[in-house]
């Protein structure tokens, strides 16, 4: 039986005629509780938007491209043109000529919001289900369950994600039991740390936190469908789908929202797609438009010169943005490839009140204080603090204060939260906001947004920071690391540079994806526009004024390397050493190496996903970049979805239009 959907959104009759779709292996055999015969429906009736997502892709990297050829910054978009698949013109979304969306109850207050995912690689059931009860019983105020950037992707974790997730949100026996346990365990943490309790009625404290969950971004193909002509088919629908239909009624029972965090979004078009989606999902399930409530990941440069516009073209589902710090970074770094004159400092220069992330910042508190037509405003959720608090105790207690006083500055500047990347820093920060004693600062007084050539310069703004061999070691070690750690299936992991491994006064920070793709993007700017050093080094040869040199690179790329290889088990797992480890270094080395930027590490990474084989990573890693090079194209699929292939599952042709 083959799915087949008329796809809108501007895409033509024969593409929207042909879009069928495939599952691999025996995941439908497997996971019939994740793949339900309404979940088959719904992809089926969703499949019709793949290929406008496949156009919107191109479009993106078109552009790219094009800003590249041209030597052309991002520019801010005609004020009286109109946001593609919307009625409403860029004019009319920056003045807040729009009908926005309200703020539910259980999103009113949300000082603190953890993030994470609901599964860990190669364990039971009982222990990865552990991750959600940390979760829900940390007292964060929501928690974004992640399938994105901090899920990893071997085998069938996507899907174990979306189980646990499911057993959580509908209160099985088996969640509940290991929830009992988990409270215990953290209780008696606390004990330690605070001297208290953090849990009084562990299954009171379970119904405190709001769920949400952050699909994969547009740029993604799922690994475990696909289109039948064998392209890739968007993660964004197949996750969206997943954790939509399989919870909404266990979250609307129990009086909860349905929310998601939309990733990657570049433009206001994009935003749309999404729109689309989503109410195609909700009118399928019978719900009022704008059920499904949506957060923003401000985490790209262009989507900062469309924020108004945005928001417009999500409607009455908008709640809020937020303000990330690496993907972000990396954004800018990307997008600034061409520029020669364009050159970052150290990474660890680059803090929320560095040049162009405060003007960042700026912009989205602009933008979610700008009131509707109804005089709605957004929420501001501020950015990540990655901190554990592990580690001697002068490490914790100075990582500590920087945590706090990083969420001091941000309720100042008018968060109404931030997020954290570990429960155990859930009570550490959250007094911040609950001195403040507000339940949010939505409508908090900010000048207008103005779209004048000095507020896009800004955007782009330099200031004088080192730029270091130190930190290019740290550069360097951290996304060995964290490619090592993705090819393991641990896309959140807690690292630091290999030179602290033996100080617990350097405490380790939780990293997700992002951490790898910002620092390749540092050292390819570095090495390739000959980015002069502020300071001598004299481990590396290195004066004030010398340039990160191929020689150079290579040279620290080797040391970095061996102090991995001689670090002990708890730093990087031993069985790495021979399988994942090389591959990583591979990457690395291929993507700082090549004269044109590759846009996302993680396809390179993904290619190689459940495989150890060092001769065939070099073989798949020419392949991909010969078809960027070539013909400007991401090899994004599942390049083992053939291998994996038993068994082949399609749906039903409808020709009802989404």
């Not at 191109?58 to 043109?81: C, K, M, T, V, W």
């Not at 996750?239 to 433009?267: F, M, W």
Request: charged share 25%.
């Amino acid at each position: 039986m083959l799915m087949e959907q008329p796809g809108g959104f501007g895409a033509s009759r024969q593409s929207q005629m042909s879009t069928g779709f495939q599952f691999s292996g025996r995941v439908v055999q497997d996971y019939p509780d994740v793949y339900t015969a309404e979940v088959h429906e719904v992809l089926g009736l969703l499949s019709g938007l793949e290929p406008a997502r496949q156009t919107l892709m191109q479009a993106r990297y078109g552009r790219r491209a094009a800003r590249a050829n041209h030597r052309e910054r991002i520019r801010f978009l005609d004020p009286e043109s109109e946001i593609r698949g919307t009625r409403i013109t860029v004019r009319d979304a920056r003045a807040g000529a729009f009908v926005g969306g309200d703020i539910p109850r259980d999103l009113q207050r949300q000082w603190i919001q953890g993030t994470g995912p609901a599964t860990r690689p190669g364990v039971s059931l009982e222990t990865s289900l552990r991750q959600v009860g940390y979760a829900l019983l940390a007292g964060a105020d929501g928690w974004m369950f992640d399938g994105e950037d901090a899920l990893g992707q071997v085998a069938t974790m996507s899907l174990d994600n979306q189980r646990n997730l499911k057993l959580a949100i509908h209160r099985s026996p088996s969640f509940l039991q290991v929830a009992e346990h988990v409270a215990d365990e953290m209780n008696r943490w606390a004990e330690r740390f605070f001297g208290r309790h953090i849990i009084h009625d562990w299954r009171q404290q379970l119904d405190f936190t709001t769920v949400m969950f952050r699909p994969r971004g547009l740029h993604l193909d799922d690994r475990h469908v696909r289109c039948t002509d064998g392209s890739g088919f968007s993660a964004s629908i197949v996750d969206a789908v997943l954790y939509v239909v399989n919870n909404h009624e266990a979250l609307r029972r129990a009086g909860a929202s349905i929310v998601l965090y939309l990733p990657k979004i570049q433009t206001a078009e994009e935003a749309a797609l999404w729109n689309q989606m989503l109410s195609a999902l909700e009118r399928h399930l019978g719900f009022d438009t704008g059920t499904i409530k949506t957060y923003v990941l401000v985490e790209q440069l262009e989507a900062c010169f469309q924020l108004m516009e945005i928001r417009a073209a999500l409607g009455r589902r908008f709640v809020g943005f937020n303000t990330g710090r690496w993907d972000y970074i990396n954004s800018v770094s990307d997008a600034m490839a061409w520029d020669r004159g364009f050159l970052n400092p150290n990474i660890d220069a680059i803090a929320m009140t560095y040049g162009y992330m405060r003007h960042y910042e700026d912009r989205v508190r602009r933008a979610a204080n700008t009131p509707d037509l109804d005089g709605r405003c957004a929420l501001w959720q501020g950015g990540m603090e990655p901190n554990i608090p592990v580690g001697s105790e002068v490490g914790v207690d100075s990582g500590m204060r920087r945590a706090v006083a990083g969420a001091e500055r941000e309720q100042r500047e008018g968060a109404s939260g931030k997020w954290v990347a570990h429960w155990k820093m859930v009570h550490i920060v959250r007094p911040v906001w609950e001195r403040a004693g507000q339940l949010n600062q939505l409508g908090r007084a900010c000048p207008p947004l103005t779209y004048e050539p000095e507020d896009a310069d800004r955007l782009l703004l330099l200031e004088p920071a080192p730029r270091t061999v130190r930190g290019a070691r740290d550069l360097l070690s951290v996304a060995l690391q964290y490619g090592n750690a993705f090819l393991q299936g641990f896309q959140a992991a807690a690292l630091k540079p290999a030179d602290f491994f033996d100080t617990d006064d350097v405490l380790y920070l939780m990293e997700d994806m992002a951490t790898g793709e910002i620092r390749l993007s540092i050292l390819w700017e570095w090495m390739h526009k000959g980015a002069p050093f502020t300071e001598g080094d004299a481990t590396a040869h290195v004066e004030a004024g010398d340039v990160l040199s191929p020689g150079l690179f290579t040279s620290l790329l080797d040391e970095e390397y061996e102090k991995l290889l001689r670090a002990d088990d708890r730093n990087v797992h031993n069985d790495s050493k021979t399988t994942t480890l090389p591959i990583a270094r591979a990457v690395v080395a291929r993507y700082v190496s090549e004269s044109a930027k590759l846009p996302w590490y993680v396809d390179l990474l993904n290619i190689n996903l459940n495989s150890h084989d060092l001769a065939e990573a070099r073989r798949r890693i020419d392949v991909y970049v010969s078809a960027f090079r070539q013909q400007g194209i991401r090899i994004t699929k599942n390049v083992d979805f053939d291998v994996a292939t038993q068994g082949v599952t399609v749906g039903s042709r409808t020709d009802e239009p989404v």
